[in-house]
């Protein structure tokens, strides 16, 4: 387990940007399915657009806590596993990457249903 | 059809082997401490049921003004003012009864229904999400795992209450919605258990044999993984369940859970939080968080019974 | 030792944690069933003015454009002002009166946490027998095993209805008025040099501070409790025991500060808990703080109070963690910051 992240803890700068990249896109195309899908189901574009923003809105702020909260309680949380919570392989650096790559699914996804929004709602 | 027999096989003697390895029964049945927690556990069972059966859920819910005596202390204990005069001395209203005339007692009794019914259901939902994410953690590894399990890290570092009450802003009120809430707080622990079952399983070489025989399919992962996190699952269980009791009860009593007259602790204990503490009417706060705290104790009891019984040197080494 | 360059990289990780939170509240309130501008307007207004007041609000632009608005005002700290706790005021001065309150009870109940979890956790760690451990654990399960919102009113029953040793709920007798300065009452009480009025404070913040601390003593003390064990065990202490450098005393107190690093840190992580019952501590002992704030803005869905005190509560856990940090440092020296 150790060795594991030590090889992925040191991944070139390319790599790094390919995988937020996928992120992304991953994000942008879930919200670009959810916001006609949500209108299919006889909602206004409106509500699709709200919602779906919302939900991604809600991963992007949740991951920048996430984030923020591995920097500055990660001693804390480091401490806490290894005498209560019984578990050893959490790492600040490992969480911080999850969650750069959570945070931009949602982001991808805030742009997606804008985009998606503004698409659909030519349409209809 | 030959392939399907011989990985039953193979796990089958997985199991049995960690069941000899750690006599995890009888050791628990040793542990006096845990067998009481079950014979609470067992009695409120008992209680709930007879309360779902033999209890008229009407009229343990609507205004009893009139029927019976209005704000009484338990009638065992002699009469406060004069109108309860008939009835003290008695086992007629063995908690007293409340400002709508109810009868604490049963209602009380019925709160233990309720309770295990909705913390059951908690319980077994966040069960179901976490051993889900927990085998796709485990069995996709690499950042799929990362993604999934830093996020349950994060979700699990957020104080439980303040969460459940984000979340119920966003479901809205009742019961129900409350299950769900809770559901989600607590997937994250389930999760993390099954996980890390899963790698050791993951790990162990009759999974390897298994694929050796061209079961890559995921479902045999499933019944190969399930058996042996079966243990740790249900410690988490157990735990998971005083704190799902404790924290419906906490949504119920911020005024988010049951609807007004239902019989369900929290909400019992919030109505005798706001009207009967500052003039000393005990009995309405009192049974209730009793018979919570009780059933709580039981299920911590034993669930840290068979934390002991699953795995003695963890007592040594964490706690 | 703790260098200006840490403390302000700390403070600037403020940002994105008020970020975070803000876009998450600002979620959370987009994806809840209420409508704000029927709240507003009140449950019989006609539909006409429901409308005006969404027209006013910008509900009808854009979700990335409210979004854009959200964030543009929240950076100059106005969160906008109050549907229906307060109707029309400005939640930061909302915020200002009730925040204090909050503070004061948490602050204590940390501390009651810390100088009770500490020696608990210490006895528990060198005193080690069946009976004692027996003990412990049955008290620590039964501690958790009873929530805030049972053994506040128990407390209550008895130290202030049978015992009448202190007040039941509020935080000062009914016969003050003290002019808020800082808004925490011990202080304020203090300062304008009025002791009746402090011990009365004081004898008000007692029992809900106790019953809040309780919580994080539990934690702390097992926290505690391990840390020194595993100190104990650590060779350097077996051999300085047999080499019998100094008395056992000296050996536990150098024992003690390396088991205490570990305790400090988690203080920092639990302080959220410790948030999360004081809104339940708030509800029973009547206290008018965040707490209940927000129980009741989610209640009535006055929108622009739930953001603020989530914000407010989010500041306060990440402030708390700074200090844990500032502490560690002094701790533990040896960590390069």
């Not at chain 1, 984030?67 to 001693?75: H, I, K, Q, T, Y």
Request: net charge neutral.
């Amino acid at each position: 387990m150790a060795s594991d992240s030590a090889d992925e803890s040191s991944p070139t700068l390319r790599d790094y940007a390919m995988l937020i990249g996928r992120a992304l896109a991953l994000g942008a195309v879930l919200a670009g399915v959810a916001v006609p899908l949500v209108v299919l189901s006889g909602e206004s574009v409106r509500f699709a657009s709200e919602k779906v923003f919302a939900v991604a809105a809600l991963v992007f702020g949740f991951s920048i806590l996430g984030w923020s909260g591995s920097v500055f309680a990660g001693r804390g949380i480091e401490n806490f596993q290894r005498y209560i919570g019984g578990r050893s392989d959490w790492s600040e650096a490992d969480s911080r990457r999850a969650m750069m790559v959570l945070g931009s699914v949602g982001a991808g996804g805030m742009v997606g249903a804008s985009l998606t929004t503004a698409v659909v709602g030519a349409v209809v | 059809m030959s392939t399907q027999t011989e990985t039953e096989d193979v796990g089958d003697r997985g199991v049995v082997e960690r069941l000899r390895a750690s006599p995890f029964l009888s050791q628990l049945l040793s542990n006096r401490l845990a067998v009481a927690g079950l014979a609470i556990i067992f009695g409120m069972l008992a209680i709930g049921l007879y309360a779902r059966l033999f209890i008229d859920l009407q009229s343990v819910t609507t205004s009893q003004i009139g029927t019976n005596p209005n704000v009484a202390p338990p009638s065992w204990l002699g009469p406060k003012e004069a109108q309860v005069v008939t009835d003290y001395g008695t086992w007629a209203y063995p908690f007293g009864t409340d400002i709508q005339s109810r009868d604490i007692f049963r209602r009380v009794l019925y709160g233990a229904w309720i309770a295990l019914k909705f913390g059951t259901i908690t319980v077994a939902a966040s069960t179901v999400l976490g051993v889900g994410l927990g085998i796709i953690a485990a069995y996709y590894g690499d950042i799929t795992d990362n993604v999934i399990m830093r996020t349950m890290d994060v979700l699990l570092a957020f104080p439980s209450l303040l969460l459940a009450l984000a979340l119920v802003a966003i479901f809205g009120s009742g019961l129900w919605k409350v299950v769900i809430a809770l559901t989600l707080v607590y997937t994250p622990r389930f999760a993390r258990v099954v996980r890390g079952a899963a790698l050791k399983v993951l790990e162990d070489e009759y999974i390897e044999a298994t694929e050796a025989l061209g079961a890559k399919d995921p479902r045999v992962l499933v019944r190969h993984i399930l058996p042996n996190c079966l243990a740790p699952i249900t410690v988490q269980s157990t735990l998971n369940f005083g704190l799902a009791i404790i924290d419906i009860a906490a949504l119920s009593f911020l005024g988010f859970g049951s609807e007004a007259g239902t019989p369900e602790w929290g909400l019992m204990l919030a109505n005798g939080v706001e009207l009967g503490l500052l003039t000393g009417d005990w009995w309405w706060s009192f049974f209730p968080g009793l018979f919570l705290a009780i059933t709580v104790l039981g299920f911590n009891l034993l669930g840290d019974g068979m934390r002991d019984a699953l795995d003695p040197r963890m007592r040594e080494t964490v706690d | 030792m703790i260098s200006k360059r840490f403390v302000i990289k700390r403070l600037l990780l403020l940002v994105p944690v008020l970020f975070g939170v803000a876009t998450f509240v600002f979620a959370i309130l987009h994806l809840s069933p209420g409508d704000p501008a029927r709240v507003i307007a009140g449950q019989r207004a006609s539909e006409e003015f429901v409308r005006q007041i969404r027209t006013e609000l910008g509900l009808n632009d854009p979700i990335w454009v409210q979004y854009g608005r959200f964030l543009f005002e929240a950076v100059q700290l106005d969160f906008g002002q109050s549907y229906q706790i307060q109707r029309g005021q400005p939640v930061t001065e909302v915020l200002r009166y009730k925040l204090p309150v909050t503070l004061e009870m948490a602050i204590y109940g940390q501390l009651f946490g810390i100088l009770l979890g500490i020696p608990a956790g210490l006895l528990g760690a060198v005193k080690q027998d069946a009976v004692s451990d027996h003990v412990t654990r049955i008290g620590a399960l039964t501690g958790i095993s009873v929530p805030i919102y049972w053994s506040g009113p128990l407390v209550i029953l008895l130290f202030a209805q049978v015992l009448g040793w202190f007040p039941a709920s509020g935080r000062i007798a009914s016969e003050f008025s003290i002019e808020p300065i800082t808004g925490v009452i011990t202080f304020d009480t203090l300062i304008s040099g009025n002791f009746a009025a402090f011990q009365s404070a004081a004898m008000h913040l007692l029992l809900p501070s106790l019953v809040i601390g309780i919580y994080s003593m539990a934690l702390i003390s097992r926290m505690m409790r391990s840390s020194m064990l595993e100190v104990i065990r650590q060779d350097y202490m077996r051999t300085a025991r047999a080499k019998g450098q100094g008395s056992k005393i000296t050996v536990m107190k150098h024992g003690f500060q390396n088991a205490l690093i570990p305790v400090v840190t988690v203080i920092g992580i639990q302080f959220g808990s410790l948030l999360g019952g004081a809104v339940l501590t708030e509800t029973v002992f009547g206290i008018a703080g965040i707490g209940t704030l927000l129980v009741r803005a989610i209640q009535v869905g006055d929108y622009p109070i739930v953001q603020g005190t989530v914000l407010t509560f989010a500041f306060l856990f990440t402030m708390v963690n700074l200090l844990v940090d500032i502490t560690y440092s002094y701790l533990d020296p040896r960590i390069e910051q």
